[in-house]
């Protein structure tokens, strides 16, 4: 797997040869999109994608937009949406907040976590990607000790990082430290030049 580092010389050297960062998040998101959509062949489906500040929410929003053509959508922002760290975060959050198909919450409406993930059959967790370092906190522990509760829902982690290429790994594994989410699908990025072109 990559380091924050080596990913963050990827971005740089591939905007240096002519692919910017936003198309490698619009890459990144709707690989996702279409490996939910083909992989488990979902129709019409409830769908919540959990969306941090930086550019793995980003990645978040982008698969939103793209489900939404399909499915119904929740996006949960894991702060306000002036929180939102990057130009191209922001820019990817402004197409679904003017999206219908669209419901958006933020952590102001964190208390509703409760009543929405029953209410979804897929989880998707676009909240941490390599900026991630220490002990898991708040809003994250509240959010993934939520999402361990759940029964009988598909988990998607949508992890390290934009850009490249996704594939579904049959697996589960930890989550963060502290606390563990129970993952049933893991996205992971390799490198690949066909989502690059």
């Known amino acids: ?32 999109a279409d490996l939910i959509n083909k992989k488990l062949k ?3 489906k409830n769908i919540i994608v959990f969306c941090g500040t930086g550019n ?22 894991t702060g306000k949406p002036n929180d939102i760290k990057t130009d191209i975060s922001k820019k990817n959050f402004e197409k679904i907040k003017n999206n219908k198909k669209t419901k958006i919450y933020n952590i102001t409406n964190i208390s509703k976590i409760v ?28 959010i993934v000790k939520q ?17 490249y290429e996704a594939y579904l790994e049959n697996l589960t594994l930890g989550y963060h430290f502290g606390s563990m989410l129970q993952i049933i699908f893991n996205i992971t990025y390799f490198l690949s030049s066909s989502t690059t072109s």
């Open 56 to 77: 793995n929410g980003g990645d978040g929003f982008v698969a939103a937009r793209h489900l939404s053509e399909k499915h119904n959508v929740t996006v949960f922002l």
């Open 147 to 163: 999402i361990n509760k759940t029964k009988n829902k598909i988990i998607y982690e949508n992890a390290n990082k934009q850009g």
């Open 42 to 44: 979902l129709k019409e």
């Open 115 to 142: 009543d929405l993930i029953p209410k979804n059959d897929l989880i998707i967790d676009a909240m941490l990607g390599i900026g991630l370092s220490g002990e898991l906190r708040q809003p994250y522990n509240t």
């Open 1 to 32: 797997m990559l380091t924050g580092k080596e990913i963050h010389v990827l971005d740089i050297n591939s905007e240096f040869y002519g692919t910017p960062t936003i198309k490698l998040m619009e890459n990144a998101g709707k690989n996702v």
